[in-house]
């Protein structure tokens, strides 16, 4: 990443953009705006229209409940951007899950566009017009906007000079691999539990090896489906084996992890979250 690119800009398209503004304007992503490291448009839909009343929905074609968001209408949303952003972003339940592989991934890019849904979403063919889908799980909301602020937070924080420490993040869950370790600070003592005696020595090494080893019996434990991606060292293997884990476990974890699906290409020129 050139940190000389200028700054990461976020284009959020909204029917409520009093929703997302605020968000975007306090605590580390405002201060990282007023930085100049990230930039926010928040852009109501409802401005390409293009009839008097703003109406950007029609009922679905052959019946039902709901309305749906037109494709003309984000189209034109789109296309008043002054430069075609590197991805734009459809939230929908349809879309690949979010993780912390893909929001370093849109770290890299220099400009994203996030298409947040209402009602009962987009026009399909609203998906010709994305170079991706993204669902932030496995439930339906009321619009995008909550999942437009994950992703925006996710990404943006990993941008340098967004969070205090340039090195934190590489310890987070998920961004190793596995869960975090768990943190600890003062009192050394709360309803009869202590600080764990190893945090207090001063022993770098052995404090570094006691939190991989916290790392792994917490992924082990809440999420061992993260285990195959973990990059798991033969010192881990020995850690987890002797956490219960079993040859066959870790045989499983060992194997190489499946091909990333394919990025689609966006078309010259989704429901809601």
């Known amino acids: 990443m050139n940190p000389e690119a200028g700054p990461l800009r976020f284009s959020l398209f909204t029917l409520f953009p009093e929703l997302l503004l605020p968000f975007t304007q306090e605590a580390l ?3 990282a705006a007023r930085q100049g490291l990230l930039a926010f448009d928040v852009i109501q839909l409802r401005d390409f229209a293009g009839n008097r009343h703003h ?4 009922p679905p074609a052959g019946g039902g409940a709901g309305m749906v968001i037109r494709v003309d209408v984000v189209e034109r949303a789109l296309a008043s951007l002054p430069t075609p952003p590197d991805e734009v972003i459809l939230l929908t339940p349809a879309g690949q899950p979010f993780t912390q592989r893909l929001a370093e991934q ?18 399909t063919r609203v998906e010709r017009l994305a170079t991706r889908e993204v669902s932030i799980g496995d439930y339906v909301m009321m619009g995008g906007e909550a999942a437009a602020a994950c992703i925006v937070e996710a990404v943006g924080r990993l941008r340098p000079g967004v969070i205090g420490d340039a090195e ?42 006691w939190r991989r080893d916290q790392a792994l019996a917490r992924t082990l434990a809440r999420r061992p489906d993260l285990l195959p991606n973990a990059g798991l060292s033969p010192e881990d293997s ?4 002797a956490l219960g884990a079993t040859v066959e476990q870790l045989q499983h974890w060992h194997a190489p992890p499946p091909p990333s699906p394919k990025r689609r290409r966006r078309s010259p020129s989704s429901s809601p979250l």
Do not use: M
């Not at 849109?106 to 026009?123: M, N, P, T, V």
């Not at 020995?238 to 084996?241: H, Y």
């Open 106 to 123: 849109l770290s890299e890019r220099q400009h994203l566009a996030l298409l947040c849904g209402r009602y009962e979403g987009f026009d």
């Open 55 to 58: 109406k950007v929905d029609s």
């Open 168 to 209: 934190s993040h590489r310890a987070d869950s998920f961004s190793s691999g596995l869960l975090d370790y768990p943190e600890y600070t003062r009192p050394p003592v709360w309803q009869d539990e202590t600080i764990p005696e190893v945090l207090l020595g001063g022993n770098h090494a052995a404090i570094e090896r």
């Open 29 to 31: 992503l405002g201060k």
């Open 238 to 241: 020995r850690t987890l084996l």
